[in-house]
Nanobody, 123 residues
Framework: QVLLVESGGGSVQAGDSLRLSCAAS????????MGWFRQAPGKEREFVAS????????SYRDSVKGRFTISRDNAKNTVYLQMNSLTPEDTAIYYC????????????????WGQGTQVTVSS
């Protein structure tokens, strides 16, 4: 059974940083593109960032470019999302997801999902 477990969420002030982690198990981690998505209250889940299986290609939504960095450690089966300069608009549940091989921004193209971790940013 594939498991993706997110951690690192919390409540912070605007301008603070957080680092999310997602640990994968029962997955050939090195063959999967990993993505981060988020869902704010009353809104649809949206793409945040993705990283290909080699780590050689990353993609970000425009609103987080320059503030968020996605990375992965294939030896630890873990993907990270470093979030800097957080704003209240970043408040959401953050989910990691795994997609076989190729990169995608579409949530319906991902095969496995974690349960999510809450990020709350106050002004």
């Amino acid at each position: 059974q594939v498991l993706l477990v997110e951690s690192g969420g919390g409540s912070v002030q605007a301008g603070d940083s957080l680092r999310l982690s997602c640990a994968a198990s029962s997955l050939t981690f090195g063959s999967y593109t990993m993505g981060w998505f988020r869902q704010a209250p009353g809104k649809e889940r949206e793409f945040v960032a993705s990283i290909t299986w080699t780590g050689g290609s990353t993609s970000y939504r425009d609103s987080v470019k320059g503030r968020f960095t996605i990375s992965r450690d294939n030896a630890k089966n873990t993907v990270y999302l470093q979030m800097n300069s957080l704003t209240p608009e970043d408040t959401a549940i953050y989910y990691c997801a795994a997609r076989w091989w190729s990169a995608s921004r579409g949530q319906y193209n991902y095969d496995y999902w974690g349960q999510g971790t809450q990020v709350t940013v106050s002004s």
